[in-house]
RNA sequence: CGCGGGGUAGAGCAGUUGGCAGCUCGUCGGGCUCAUAACCCGAAGGUCACAAGUUCGAGUCUUGUCCCCGCAACCA
C-alpha cells in the first residue's frame, strides 16, 4: 500500500541578517508537524530555505563588503548551522538562487506573459532617491520619507503587473468555500475586510531598479519581483517545470504553509491567485502564526532585543527550547518569550517534572531490584488511572495535533508525567522494599517504566536528544519506541534491565534579574559602534546626541533588583530614563546629580516602562561610577555635549 | 469613524455550543525521603478593563467607553 503523503512548508526567510528565536519557532513548529507525521506513518516532505534577492540584500552585501552572493552563503551557511543545532529535519532547503528555482521562475514568469496573466505597464510612485526606495501615500510621514525624512519625488519605472484583479472573485469564492484553507479565521477576516472590500489591484512582479535578482528572460533589464521570485518556491523545489514529475505529482497540493502573520496576506491572496492561473490545485491550508513578544516588543533589529538562539540552547538544552517554543506559545497568537520565563519553565516542567521522574524511577529500580523490571500482577485501585491515561495518551494527543494543537498535546503529555509522580506518592516504592514485598514492588516499578516508555515515544514529535536517553536508561528495543507501540500498555518485556543516567535536564540556576536588559543595552552600544575596524568617523560619532542632564527625581522600580526610574530635566524637556544603577548609587545621592544624557538613543521599554535614553557610566562589574561634571554649577541643563 | 488582536489571581496564560472562574509558576502551611533543594497534598489570592442591555443565568451574546499591542503591499 502507498502511504499517505504530507507536505509542509516554512516560508522562505529573508536573510538579511542572522536569524533569531522567531525564526526558530516557526520552523520547529513545522519540524514537529512534519516530525509527528512521519511518526504516523506518511510519507513527509519538509521544506524549508531562504529567499536571497532583493535590494535590501544587495545593500547589506555592499556594506560588508561583499558580493551579494557571498554574503547570502554566509548566513545560509550559518542557518544550516543553526538548523541542524534545532534538529529540523527538512527534506530539501530551497534557497532562491538555486539555479533549478531560477529557471522555474523564469519559464512561469514566461508563461504567464504569454497568456496575459502579466503585462507591461509602469509603476507610478513616490520616489526618494537617496533611500532608493518606493513608497505608498500612507507610508509618507508628512508627505516625505519616512526613513530619512526627506522629499519624495513623483518616479515612473516600467514595471511587469500580475492581473491580481483578474482573480478577485475566484479567490472570495474559494475561501467561502473552504473555510478551512486560511487559519486563523481571524486573519482571514482581516484580510478580506481590508483588501477585498477596496478592491485587489494589479500587482508590480518586476523593477528596473533592481540588480539582485532573476532576470525576465525576455526583457533583461527587468528583475523579477518577490511575489513571484519567493512564492513559487513552494513548486519549485518539488521539480515543478523540470522533466523529473514525481515529486511535483507526488507532493503537491502542499498540505500546510506555515508562515507568519506579516505575509499571511501574500499568502492568502497572491499565492493562490498564481496557482490558479498556472491551473494548480490549491495548498490545502494556510496557517498564519504569531510572533514571540521578548519583554513587550517585538523582535526587531533596530531595538536588538534578541540573542542568538544558540545562547538559549548552551544555557540548557535544544530540547528546553524546543519545549518552550511549542508549549508555551499558542499557534496562531502572539507568545511570550523571556529569558527567565524560558530558565522558569525549564526547570519546573523538564527538570522537576520529567526529568526528576526519571530519574526517581530508574534509581530505585537500581536500588531495589538491581535494574530489572518484572512483569508481575499485584494490582492497587488507583493503578487503573495511571494506566488507563497511559493507554490513551497517543490517541488524545492524535486528534489534538491533527488539529494543529500543538501546546494542548505538550499539556496532556505533562499530566501523563504528573500523575507518573503522584503514583510514585501513592504506591511508596520505599515501603514495599522495606517491607519486602517483592511482587507489589514489581508491579509498581513495571507501571512506572512503562508509562515513562510511552510517554518518550510521543515525545520523539517534539524533542530530539531526550527520547533516545529515556530508551537507553530503560534499555528497551527498538520495536516498542515506534508510534502505534504506544497504543499498547504492557509491550515492556518481562526481564528489561534499566540502567540509571545521567540528569535528562539539570536544574539551571537563574539569576535573577536583568539579564535580558543589560543585552539590550549593550546591543543598542553596538548598533552606534561601526563593527569591524574599531574605528569610527567623525560623522558617526555625530550620530550620537549627548546633554547635560539633571536627575529630579529617582525611583524604584517595583519588582526589580538593578533598576531606577529616573526622571531627568533637559530644560527643554524631562525624560523618564530607566538606568540599573541601584547597586551603585542611593537615591539620594542621585538627586539633583547632573549628568551626561544619550538623548537620541532609541526608546527601549524597560519592566514596563519606557526609556527614553541613557546615561554615561564608566565601570565594570564591581564599580560603576556616573559621568559627572567638574563645576557642576556653572553648565547648565540641556547643554550639547561634543 | 482604516483593519485586526488583546485587557481573567503577584507573573505568564486557558476558558469550546452562555450553566458553581480554571491551568502553570510564585507565596504560605503540611506530607514524604525514591529522586535533580526535587515529588505529593492543602490553603490564600480575581468586581473576569469599565458601563449599560438581552437572559432564570453573561468571562462568554449586544451596544457604548477607556487602555495596550500589531498590521496598513517584503521584519518569522
Redesign the pocket.
Same mark, same amino acid.
Given at each position: 500500500m502507498k502511504n499517505k503523503k504530507y507536505y509542509i512548508t516554512t516560508?522562505i !526567510? !529573508?536573510p538579511?541578517?542572522k536569524?533569531?528565536v522567531?525564526?526558530c !519557532?516557526?520552523t520547529v513548529v513545522a519540524d514537529t508537524i512534519a516530525r509527528y507525521k512521519r511518526l504516523r506513518g506518511y510519507d513527509v516532505f519538509f521544506l524549508t530555505g531562504t529567499?536571497e534577492h532583493? +535590494?535590501?540584500i544587495e545593500q547589506k552585501a555592499k556594506d560588508a563588503g561583499k558580493t551579494p552572493k557571498e554574503y547570502v552563503d554566509d548566513i545560509v551557511k550559518d542557518t544550516k548551522n543553526l538548523w541542524s543545532i534545532l534538529g529540523i529535519t527538512y527534506d530539501k532547503y530551497l534557497r532562491t538562487t538555486d539555479t533549478e528555482h531560477v529557471k522555474c521562475v523564469q519559464k512561469i514568469f514566461e508563461r504567464l506573459y504569454n497568456q496575459d496573466d502579466i503585462y507591461l505597464s509602469s509603476y507610478e510612485g513616490k520616489y526618494c532617491t537617496p533611500c532608493e526606495s518606493f513608497w505608498?501615500e500612507? +507610508?509618507l510621514i508628512d508627505g516625505k520619507c519616512p526613513d530619512c525624512g526627506r522629499d519624495v519625488g513623483v518616479v515612473k519605472e516600467e514595471s511587469y503587473f500580475f492581473r491580481?484583479s483578474k482573480y478577485q472573485d475566484k479567490l472570495l469564492q474559494y475561501y467561502k468555500k473552504n473555510p478551512d484553507f486560511l487559519e486563523p479565521i481571524? %486573519?482571514q =477576516? &482581516?484580510l478580506i475586510?481590508?483588501?477585498f472590500d477596496?478592491g485587489?489591484?494589479d500587482?508590480c512582479v518586476s %523593477?528596473t531598479s533592481?540588480d539582485w535578482g532573476i532576470k525576465v528572460t525576455f526583457d533583461p533589464k527587468h528583475t523579477v !519581483?518577490?511575489w513571484i521570485d519567493a512564492l513559487v518556491n513552494y513548486i519549485s523545489a518539488l521539480g515543478y517545470l523540470t522533466d523529473d514529475k514525481n515529486k511535483m505529482e507526488k507532493f503537491w497540493p502542499a498540505d500546510l504553509h506555515l508562515?507568519?502573520? &506579516? #505575509?499571511f496576506?501574500?499568502h492568502a491572496?497572491?499565492w493562490p491567485a498564481l496557482l490558479m492561473a498556472l491551473e494548480l490545485p490549491m495548498p490545502k491550508k494556510i496557517f498564519g502564526?504569531?510572533? @514571540?513578544?521578548v519583554d513587550?516588543?517585538? #523582535?526587531?533589529?533596530?531595538l536588538g532585543n534578541y540573542k542568538d538562539p544558540r545562547v538559549y540552547i548552551n544555557e540548557t538544552s535544544v530540547d528546553s527550547l524546543r519545549y518552550y517554543l511549542l508549549h &508555551?506559545v499558542?499557534l496562531g +497568537?502572539?507568545?511570550?518569550f523571556s529569558e527567565e @520565563?524560558f530558565l &522558569?519553565?525549564s526547570?519546573? $516542567?523538564?527538570?522537576? $517534572?520529567?526529568? =526528576?521522574?526519571?530519574? %526517581?524511577?530508574t534509581?530505585?529500580a537500581e /536500588?531495589y531490584n538491581q535494574g530489572i523490571i518484572k512483569k508481575s500482577n499485584v494490582y492497587q485501585d488507583y493503578d487503573a488511572d495511571l494506566i488507563n491515561s497511559a493507554s490513551t495518551l497517543v490517541t488524545e494527543i492524535e486528534d489534538l495535533m491533527d488539529n494543529l494543537k500543538i501546546s494542548d498535546s505538550l499539556?496532556s503529555i505533562w499530566k501523563l508525567i504528573?500523575k507518573a =509522580?503522584?503514583y510514585?506518592? @501513592?504506591s511508596?516504592?520505599?515501603?514495599l522494599a522495606k517491607e519486602e514485598k517483592k511482587e507489589r514492588l514489581n508491579t509498581v516499578l513495571y507501571n512506572l517504566i512503562e508509562t515513562i516508555r510511552i510517554v518518550a515515544v510521543c515525545l520523539q514529535a517534539y524533542m530530539i536528544e531526550t527520547p533516545e536517553k529515556i530508551f537507553n536508561q530503560i534499555g528497551i528495543s527498538k520495536d516498542i519506541t515506534t508510534w502505534d507501540s504506544a497504543k499498547e500498555f504492557g509491550l515492556l518485556k518481562d526481564g528489561t534491565i534499566v540502567e540509571k543516567g545521567q =540528569? @535528562?535536564?539539570? %536544574?539551571v540556576e537563574i539569576k535573577k534579574e536583568n539579564k535580558i536588559v543589560e543585552e539590550v543595552e549593550k546591543n543598542n552600544q553596538k548598533e552606534v559602534v561601526i563593527e569591524e575596524k574599531g574605528y569610527i568617523t567623525i560623522d558617526d560619532l555625530a550620530k550620537v546626541q549627548l546633554k547635560v542632564g539633571q536627575i529630579i527625581e529617582v525611583e524604584r522600580i517595583e519588582?526589580s533588583d538593578k533598576l531606577y526610574k529616573l526622571l531627568v530635566d533637559l530644560k527643554t524637556e524631562k525624560r523618564v530614563i530607566v538606568s540599573g544603577i541601584v547597586e551603585y548609587y542611593m537615591p539620594e545621592e542621585l538627586i539633583g546629580k547632573k549628568i551626561v544624557v544619550v538623548t537620541n538613543l532609541k526608546p527601549v /521599554?524597560l519592566r514596563g516602562i519606557l526609556s527614553e535614553g541613557m546615561l554615561l557610566a564608566a565601570g565594570d562589574k564591581d564599580v560603576v561610577k556616573l559621568l559627572t561634571f567638574d563645576d557642576a554649577n556653572k553648565i547648565e541643563n540641556g547643554t550639547n555635549i561634543h
Open positions: 516560508p !526567510y !529573508y538579511s541578517g536569524f533569531h522567531g525564526h !519557532y516557526c529567499d532583493g +535590494q535590501k505608498t500612507s +507610508q491580481l481571524s %486573519r =477576516n &482581516e475586510n481590508n483588501f477596496k485587489l489591484n500587482i %523593477r533592481i !519581483y518577490v508562515v507568519g502573520k &506579516e #505575509i496576506r501574500f491572496m497572491i502564526h504569531g510572533w @514571540l513578544i513587550g516588543s517585538k #523582535i526587531s533589529k533596530s &508555551e499558542t +497568537q502572539d507568545g511570550n @520565563l &522558569e519553565k526547570n519546573s $516542567d523538564l527538570s522537576n $517534572d520529567l526529568g =526528576n521522574l526519571v530519574s %526517581r524511577v534509581a530505585m /536500588k499539556t504528573s =509522580n503522584k510514585i506518592d @501513592l511508596m516504592p520505599w515501603v =540528569n @535528562l535536564f539539570p %536544574r519588582k /521599554k
